[in-house]
């Protein structure tokens, strides 16, 4: 079975600084998609940024961009120049090509203080 | 152009009683997706339906729980004879088609329903 692990329950940065969130997953499938979803206070969960795994480029959004090492199966997250609208719970997800789920690691919760 | 829609958002019910949430999709979307979110924990995948097909309830229990989506109105899940455990934020998505990551498609999420039991 697939999963995913997010091993940093709490991680807090200073505004404009950068920081990194980590998730690692397990998956013996080669074709697959990782995620990674904000949950403001709001609770609405948004997507920040996906990577396709035979993509090797690693995927970039604005301030948002990831670490992809296929081999270590790690996907990690670094947000430069924190904002205080960055602070949320930060989910890392994944979804195998031939499946609709996605699996969700159990979040990161980020504070940014000014 | 609206988002997916839940309600109600916050719900309350007493042990035994029934719960019904509902979800509309996107305009233009046909697959919904519920997933639940349990206190400190991350999104689990309950089930997935196209327009009156379930596709795939791998992660639906196997009791008290059904979820529907019919050729008209929003998609409903149904717990009967709710218990404590059930307190939980429950979260639909939806897409235009399946295989998300077809060029031009994404999945949004809704809000949330938050379910309390009492």
């Known amino acids: 079975a697939q999963t995913v692990t997010q091993s940093q329950p709490e991680m807090s940065v200073q505004e404009a600084e950068t920081v990194t969130l980590s998730c690692t997953y397990d998956?013996?499938?080669?074709?697959?998609?990782l995620f990674w979803y904000k949950q403001p206070p709001s609770r609405q969960m948004i997507l920040v940024i996906r990577?396709?795994?035979?993509?090797?480029q690693n995927a970039t959004e604005n301030r948002f961009s990831v670490n992809f090492q296929k081999a270590a199966k790690s996907f990690s997250l670094k947000i430069s120049d924190s904002q205080l609208g960055d602070a949320a719970m930060y989910f890392c997800?994944?979804?195998?090509?031939?499946?609709?789920?996605?699996?969700f690691g159990k979040g990161t919760k980020l504070t940014v203080n000014p | 152009n609206a988002g997916v829609m839940q309600n109600p958002r916050h719900l309350v019910r007493r042990r035994g009683q029934e719960a019904r949430l509902r979800c509309s999709p996107m305009?233009?979307?046909?697959?919904v997706y519920w997933y639940r979110q349990l206190p400190e924990e991350g999104l689990k995948f309950m089930v997935y339906?196209?327009?009156?097909?379930?596709?795939?309830e791998s992660g639906m229990p196997k009791e008290r729980f059904s979820a529907e989506f019919p050729k008209e109105g929003p998609s409903i899940l149904r717990i009967q004879q709710v218990v404590r455990g059930d307190s939980a934020a429950y979260f639909c998505?939806?897409?235009?088609?399946?295989?998300?990551?077809?060029?031009?498609?994404?999945?949004?999420f809704g809000e949330g329903s938050w379910l309390t039991v009492v």
């Open positions: 998505a939806s897409s235009r088609t399946g295989g998300q990551f077809v060029s031009g498609n994404t999945i949004y």
């Open positions: 998956t013996s499938e080669s074709d697959y998609y």
């Open positions: 990577q396709e795994a035979y993509k090797q």
């Open positions: 997800a994944y979804k195998w090509r031939g499946s609709e789920k996605l699996v």
């Open positions: 305009k233009g979307h046909s697959h």
């Open positions: 339906l196209q327009k009156e097909n379930i596709i795939d």
